[in-house]
Structures are given as C-alpha cells and as structure tokens.
Nanobody, 118 residues
Framework: QVQLAESGGGLVQAGGSLRLSCAVSGRTFGTYSMGWFRQTPGKEREFVATITWFDGRTTYADFVKGRFTISRDNAKKTLYLQMNSLKPEDTAVYYC???????????WGQGTQVTVSS
C-alpha cells in the first residue's frame, strides 16, 4: 500500500500554467497505474488523466487533451500533472490516486487546490 501527498496547487490567471506533484511513499510493487482526479463543490469527482506505472501509457479526459500532461518519475516515486492553458472551469481540488493491478483506485491523497481566475 502507498501514501500519497499532492502539492503544487495555487492561484493563477486564465491561460497560465501549474505543475502538480504527488509524492508516493511506500511500496509501488503491484501498482498498475496512477491517476489525477478533480472535484468542485457540488459536483462529482471526475477523471482527469492516468498513467501506467511500468510503461507510461496515458489516458486523458477529453476536456484536458492538448493542455495537460501526466507523467511519472519512478526513481523519485513522484507523479506529475503539467497543466497549461488553464481555464476558470479547471478550478477544483486535484487528487492523485493509485490503482493496483486487478482493482480500482483505492489509495487517495488529500488533494491540492487549483484556482484559475478570469
């Protein structure tokens, strides 16, 4: 099992950029993929992007394609989300999570706030 800690959120103007980080503690053996999700008060938590831990295959939600890039550094045990061309509707708490092989996303961080002003 792992412990996750997000960082890098903040306040930016529309069109700006942020890079979120997620530090992974514990054993990653058995980790299939890592993902980023986001949630705004009153809305369901939504999928943003995932990456397989071993070979780096990625998936993205349609609304972030071409703007966000998910990556990971296995040696540093850190997950990243590079966020470019930010829009006010990207404002949310962003969470990282781990999915183990054969299972669902079960380990979650506590989130980092991203606020995009117009």
């Amino acid at each position: 099992q792992v412990q996750l800690a997000e960082s890098g959120g903040g306040l930016v103007q529309a069109g700006g950029s942020l890079r979120l980080s997620c530090a992974v503690s514990g054993r990653t053996f058995g980790t299939y993929s890592m993902g980023w999700f986001r949630q705004t008060p009153g809305k369901e938590r939504e999928f943003v992007a995932t990456i397989t831990w071993f070979d780096g295959r990625t998936t993205y939600a349609d609304f972030v394609k071409g703007r966000f890039t998910i990556s990971r550094d296995n040696a540093k045990k850190t997950l990243y989300l590079q966020m470019n061309s930010l829009k006010p509707e990207d404002t949310a708490v962003y969470y990282c999570a781990e999915r183990r092989s054969g299972g669902q996303f079960g380990s979650w961080g506590q989130g980092t706030q991203v606020t995009v002003s117009s």
